[in-house]
């Protein structure tokens, strides 16, 4: 149970950080802020893969993996929009 925590964590900063990566442009969010979209991200990723039949393959699941960082890139521009738009 610990270890699925910490793996969600450590993958959600992986997806999060490539998704920040991905949207052009300085985002001025958190970095804390940026592994939270990123663990949405997985597991909403995760989600639709399942439904999709294409989250269990050999290897890697890289169109998995596309889609987290799609939705981590979604979420992080947005939440640097709306952040940007407060201010």
């Known amino acids: 149970m610990v ?3 910490i793996s969600a964590i450590i993958i ?3 997806i999060g950080v490539l998704g920040r990566l991905v949207v052009p442009g ?3 969010i ?7 979209i990123g663990i949405v991200a997985a597991l909403i990723g995760t989600f639709i ?4 039949d294409i989250a269990n393959t050999g290897g890697i699941d890289w169109i998995e993996l ?5 939705l981590a890139a979604i979420g992080v521009a947005g939440v ?3 952040m940007g738009r407060k201010a």
């Open 66 to 70: 596309l889609i987290q960082v799609v």
């Open 12 to 14: 959600g900063a992986i």
């Open 49 to 52: 893969a399942r439904a999709l």
């Open 80 to 82: 640097a929009g709306a």
């Open 3 to 5: 270890g699925s925590i």
């Open 26 to 28: 300085k985002q001025d």
């Open 30 to 36: 958190s970095i804390v802020l940026t592994i939270v």
